[in-house]
């Protein structure tokens, strides 16, 4: 019988075993990524003072009227382009990036690419 390989467990192995490496601070905070189906969310975390800093998504109602229509990665591009603006508002300028064990390619990229073009330096 061929057992059918569990990609989430893999993802969430990856995500362990980097977030014992890497972590947020007050003046590094740590922007973290999680990709559902058909969303993308993104948030900048201190994790020394367990506090969301900034966060974003594409259920927000602002973003959700700007990616009405789009594909997905143009919406993760437009989601982490406003994250970036949100977090230099309120003087984050630069982070440390986690994917959550998520491939580097796609929406992940994407955001992330967003982010640096909103400002964001990782």
Same mark, same amino acid.
């Given at each position: 019988?061929?057992?059918?390989?569990? @990609?989430?467990?893999?993802?969430?192995?990856?995500?362990?075993?980097?977030?014992?490496?890497?972590?947020? =601070? !007050?003046?590094?905070?740590?922007?973290?990524?999680?990709?559902?189906?058909?969303?993308?969310? &993104?948030?900048?975390?201190?994790?020394?003072?367990?506090? =969301?800093?900034?966060?974003? *998504?594409?259920?927000? @109602?602002?973003? &959700?009227?700007?990616?009405?229509?789009? !594909? *997905?990665?143009?919406?993760? +591009?437009? !989601?982490?382009?406003?994250?970036?603006?949100?977090?230099?508002?309120?003087?984050?300028?630069?982070?440390? +990036?986690?994917?959550?064990?998520?491939?580097?390619?796609?929406?992940?990229?994407?955001? &992330?690419?967003? &982010?640096?073009?909103?400002?964001?330096? +990782?």
């Amino acid at each position: 019988m061929i057992k059918k390989l569990d @990609k989430n467990n893999d993802r969430i192995a990856r995500h362990l075993r980097v977030r014992e490496k890497i972590s947020g =601070t !007050t003046s590094v905070p740590r922007l973290n990524v999680y990709r559902s189906a058909s969303n993308i969310y &993104a948030q900048i975390v201190d994790d020394l003072n367990a506090h =969301t800093l900034v966060s974003s *998504n594409t259920l927000q @109602k602002e973003i &959700a009227e700007l990616v009405s229509g789009k !594909t *997905n990665c143009e919406a993760a +591009f437009i !989601t982490g382009k406003i994250l970036a603006e949100k977090a230099i508002k309120n003087g984050i300028k630069k982070v440390v +990036f986690d994917r959550s064990g998520y491939i580097y390619t796609g929406r992940v990229k994407n955001l &992330a690419e967003g &982010a640096r073009e909103g400002g964001l330096e +990782f």
